[in-house]
């Protein structure tokens, strides 16, 4: 069985700011996590993604993710936020199954609503 | 190079009403997933189809049919529809069954009243 939690319904930041967007995850067997941006009325864009190589993963934009295990989390940060980067942003999961082959379903998030001041 | 595309955009229905919802890929993907979305439930999968001639149920099937009518395109059917599925509806593809990058289609909002 695999879940996701994303901690924050809603993230407000002023432009030029940090962002932190948090995510925890639970998964029986190695995942794979995933971040997608939604922005109004379009559809899902992927951020960057996590396949067990290297922990922290840079994305588009930007952004970046560090996976830990022990925390189980895949939070995601941005040093500095623009205008263009207010959106909804989804953490997603995937999971092997118990056989150890690749399971294609993807669990996503509840969302975060990034909301950027100027 | 269109990606995943869907048809209609937007529709409204009344209660009981059916209508197929469409989706078409040009990547050359193996397979294909539909979804819904409502707010604050993120995207929950109706049914999925791994490879061409297979499909299976999701999380949230019920009140749904799908066909895979090729290796391009796969179909959602509502044949009653009800006002709970009122919802945005995204398609999308992966090149093959796995842990992938999924593709996603611009998205068909439905409302049924």
């Known amino acids: 069985a695999q879940s996701v939690t994303q901690l924050d319904s809603h993230v407000s930041v002023s432009e030029g700011t940090p962002v932190l967007l948090r995510c925890n995850y639970s998964?029986?067997?190695?995942?794979?996590l995933f971040w997608y941006v939604q922005h109004p009325n379009k559809g899902l864009q992927l951020l960057l993604k996590?396949?067990?190589?290297?922990?922290l993963v840079k994305g588009i934009n930007g952004f970046e993710a560090e996976f830990k295990k022990s925390e189980t989390s895949f939070h995601l940060t941005k040093p500095s936020a623009h205008m263009s980067d207010a959106a909804e942003y989804f953490c997603?999961?995937?999971?092997?199954?118990?056989?150890?082959?690749?399971?294609?379903?993807?669990?996503f998030g509840q969302g975060t609503i990034l909301t950027v001041h100027p | 190079n269109a990606g995943v595309t869907q048809t209609p955009k937007f529709q409204v229905l009344k209660t009981g009403q059916s209508m197929t919802l469409q989706c078409a890929q040009d990547?050359?993907?193996?397979?294909m997933y539909w979804y819904r979305q409502d707010p604050g439930m993120g995207l929950r999968l109706i049914y999925y189809?791994?490879?061409?001639?297979?499909?299976d149920k999701g999380e949230v099937p019920n009140g749904y049919n799908v066909s895979r009518l090729n290796k391009r395109e796969f179909s959602l059917r509502l044949e009653s529809a009800a006002p709970s599925q009122t919802s945005v509806y995204f398609c999308?593809?992966?090149?093959?069954?796995?842990?992938?990058?999924?593709?996603f289609g611009p998205g068909t909002r439905l409302l049924v009243l």
């Open positions: 999308a593809s992966t090149p093959g069954w796995g842990r992938q990058t999924q593709y």
């Open positions: 990547m050359n993907h193996n397979s």
């Open positions: 996590y396949t067990s190589a290297a922990t």
């Open positions: 189809s791994a490879s061409e001639g297979t499909t």
């Open positions: 998964s029986s067997y190695s995942p794979s």
């Open positions: 997603v999961v995937s999971s092997a199954n118990a056989g150890g082959t690749s399971y294609g379903k993807l669990t």
